[in-house]
């Protein structure tokens, strides 16, 4: 009855379903009989007509999707994907494999990397400026990573960021220097109000951290340069 079935064009699953029987001892049982495996190729191919595949190729024409045609014709994406391929229709993501790009390296005599090379300041910097994930060094140095870490906190964009640093020169909204190299666009952190959120400005850390430790407060501040004018600062 099974084998019956079977030759009809039922699949190994729904056989097991109504015989209450396993995969694997169905197919011990067919091969013992002689009666071959169908491949999952085939068993996608059986469900269809030749009028099904026209009409499914017609509306993949029309649709340009295969979810959409799935859900059209009320089947799985696997079996209109298996009709597109046998039909020789070309489908995104199947056989076109993106080339990878050689990340640039410095290594020594011996093979060992002395220098990764950054994606974002494209500078070549040594193995320790770098985080490693399952022995590989990040795209990112770690100044660049703690620089975008630093504008996604904000709800910035980093063209954002770069532009607020062009209008300060790269310098300290407050004390008017950088604490670090001003051809890199990662030496300022971004000051916030941390009642509404709204980013102020950029400054360099001692000037961030001192606001911090003020909390913010213009009373506090003034009271502070009082403080130090009064004994000669």
Request: net charge positive; hydrophobic share 35%.
């Amino acid at each position: 009855m099974m084998a019956a079935k079977y030759a009809q064009g039922s699949t190994l699953a729904e056989l097991c379903l109504y015989n209450h029987i396993d995969v694997t001892t169905l197919k011990r049982i067919f091969i013992s009989r002689g009666i071959r495996i169908r491949s999952t190729g085939e068993i996608l191919r059986k469900k269809f007509t030749d009028d099904q595949i026209k009409e499914i190729l017609r509306t993949f024409d029309r649709n340009g999707t295969i979810s959409g045609t799935a859900a059209i014709h009320k089947t799985d994406i696997a079996k209109i994907r298996r009709v597109l391929i046998d039909a020789g229709i070309p489908i995104p993501g199947i056989g076109k494999h993106k080339k990878r790009i050689k990340r640039k390296v410095t290594t020594d005599g011996n093979g060992q990397v002395v220098a990764y090379k950054c994606c974002r300041c494209d500078k070549m910097l040594p193995p320790k400026c770098f985080y490693f994930t399952r022995g590989q060094a990040t795209s990112h140095c770690k100044v660049c990573e703690s620089y975008y870490k630093r504008v996604l906190t904000h709800g910035l964009v980093p063209a954002q960021y770069d532009a607020l640093f062009a209008t300060q020169a790269g310098r300290c909204a407050i004390c008017g220097v950088c604490d670090g190299d001003t051809s890199v666009v990662t030496c300022l952190h971004i000051d916030h109000d941390h009642a509404t959120g709204v980013v102020r400005g950029l400054l360099c850390s001692k000037c961030n951290r001192g606001l911090g430790h003020f909390t913010d407060s213009p009373d506090k501040l003034i009271k502070a340069a009082a403080y130090l004018r009064l004994h000669g600062k």
